[in-house]
Structure formats: C-alpha cells, structure tokens
C-alpha cells in the first residue's frame, strides 16, 4: 500500500510540475537613455502578453523584450510590390522574386544581429528576381534590407553551414 501511495505521489508531482513550466513570479527591467543618446531598455522575467502596436507614428511594445526588426520588416507588409525570399534558410545564394518589375537599381543592406552593415550592394533585378551571393557571412540570423525608388523591403534570413 506504501508503495502505491508512494507511486501515485511522485507521478501526481511529476505532471503538476509540467503545468508550471516557464513561469516565473517576478519580472524586473529598466530602460534608460545614455550620455550619449544611447537608448538601453532591458527586461528580465516577465509574465504578460506580448504584442506591439502602433499609434500615430509611434511604435509601442508590451510583454517580454520586442526586436526592433519586428516593426522594419511590418512596415513593408504594405507594398505594392510583393517580395519572396528564398532559400531561407540559405548556404551561400539567396533569391528576392518580385511581383513586379524593378527597372530602377536596386540597393541591398545586409546587417548582423548586432546592427553592424556586413554587406552591401547595388544591383539590378533579372527578370524580377535579384539574386546575391553571400559567402562569407557566418551562419546566423541577418536583416535585409532592399530599397529603389518607391520601394522598401526588409526581411529576416537565416544563414546556415
């Protein structure tokens, strides 16, 4: 009888303990605007919904910490051109198809995930695809971003090994 008590309290623990996974009871954060005009926002902990909004130009964010290529890449939701990244992940070829021509060039902006430019280029679309070719990126996550007059397109890719 010990034994059956005993078994069915470590199985009850064992599935309560499943319900609480990736809680926590505190959150603590601080944002603050440097010296120099840095501005360093942190948080630590929270349990809240996230979203973000958006109110006559001003970006607004709730819940745990938002990227800020979260707001670049919906600001393109809009265009009129539509852009298909591919491969994505990619090993050293990516591919930007657009529903419409480009004849203007094109202007590429790749930056890492510190914020830093990695690469940059000025190209012109083939047959509404424009191709470039990224060898000596490390695997990691990189923002793209591609501009010409009219158009402004960034999007999150993923290079692999």
Same mark, same amino acid.
């Given at each position: 009888m010990r034994y059956?008590?005993?078994?069915?309290?470590?199985?009850?623990?064992?599935m309560y303990s499943q319900l609480l996974h990736h809680q926590m009871l505190s959150a603590q954060g601080k944002s603050t605007t440097t010296s120099n005009g840095?501005?360093?926002?942190?948080?630590?902990?929270?349990?809240?919904?996230?979203?973000?909004?958006?109110?006559?130009?001003?970006?607004?964010?709730?819940?745990?910490?938002?990227?800020?290529?979260a707001s670049y890449i919906k600001s393109t939701m809009n265009n009129s051109i539509t852009t298909i990244t591919y491969p994505n992940p990619f090993v050293e070829t990516l591919h930007f198809q657009?529903?419409?021509?480009?004849?203007?060039?094109?202007?590429?902006?790749?930056?890492?995930?510190?914020?830093?430019? @990695?690469?940059?280029?000025?190209?012109?679309?083939?047959?509404?695809?424009?191709?470039? @070719?990224?060898?000596?990126?490390?695997?990691?996550?990189?923002?793209?971003?591609?501009?010409?007059p009219n158009y402004n397109y960034y999007t999150q890719i993923i290079k692999k090994s």
């Open positions: 059956v008590v005993l078994i069915f309290f470590c199985t009850s623990i064992s840095l501005y360093v926002s942190q948080s630590i902990g929270q349990q809240s919904a996230t979203g973000t909004s958006k109110d006559e130009g001003v970006y607004y964010s709730q819940g745990f910490q938002q990227s800020i290529w657009f529903s419409q021509a480009i004849t203007d060039v094109i202007s590429v902006m790749v930056f890492d995930i510190r914020g830093r430019l @990695v690469f940059q280029e000025e190209k012109k679309a083939i047959q509404n695809t424009l191709t470039i @070719v990224l060898p000596m990126l490390a695997s990691s996550n990189y923002l793209v971003k591609l501009t010409a």
